[in-house]
């Protein structure tokens, strides 16, 4: 059966949302939902965490509907990034949650415990010198490198030109080699 919003637009249901309408929310969360939900666990890698980041992203969208400018983007894509910076936000306060989500990752046969220390070391290492970073560039490499995404898919979700993105990404390894030369 055909939906009543058929022919309404993505940007046309942002705006009846603003204004208060569920049903408008109900039809966005229908076309976007999977999708939301596809780009959330492949951040978070945790379907109950996804899910979680998915709500939460279109409870954001239903408060904020309002802000949305077409002038900048798609429906589609803002609801992406709602969803993309919501997923981050729980990837962070699940790594603050454990302290070192790594350790219990399982060991391979031929590592020793030497060598297990060796990683932790140069993971902790890595970690301390990340929170020196300028927050944009801390945030895209952690995206890129935690997060699995690509220059490209960081432009689109952060609603960025590439070039941006390829220069803060190129500034923050260079900064992140240098705090570990230092500290070496």
């Known amino acids: 059966m055909p939906s009543a919003f058929a022919q309404v637009s993505d940007e046309a249901l942002l705006a009846q949302m603003a204004r208060g309408d569920e049903p408008a929310l109900a039809e966005l969360y229908d076309r976007f939902g ?3 939900f596809g780009l ?5 890698r945790d379907q109950a965490l996804a899910e979680d980041a998915v709500q939460d992203a279109f409870l954001g969208a239903w408060r904020t509907a309002s802000t949305f400018d077409p002038a900048r983007g798609t429906a589609s894509t803002w609801l992406m990034t709602l969803v993309h910076r919501r997923a981050v936000d729980l990837v962070r306060r699940e790594a603050r949650r454990r302290t070192d989500p790594l350790d219990d990752a399982p060991v391979t046969s031929g590592e020793t415990t030497d060598e297990q220390a060796a990683v932790r070391e140069e ?3 890595v970690q301390a010198a990340l929170t020196q970073l300028p927050a ?3 945030e895209l490499l952690e995206l890129a490198y935690y ?3 690509t220059q490209s898919e960081l432009a689109e979700r952060l609603d960025l030109p590439l ?3 390829k220069s803060r990404m190129f500034a ?3 900064k992140l080699r240098d705090l570990l030369a230092a500290q070496a």
Request: hydrophobic share 40%; proline share 0%.
């Open 163 to 165: 070039g941006t993105i």
């Open 123 to 125: 993971r902790r290492r």
């Open 34 to 36: 999977r999708v939301a």
């Open 136 to 138: 944009d560039q801390r």
């Open 147 to 149: 997060g699995g995404l």
């Open 40 to 44: 959330a666990v492949r951040v978070l």
């Open 172 to 174: 923050g390894l260079g």
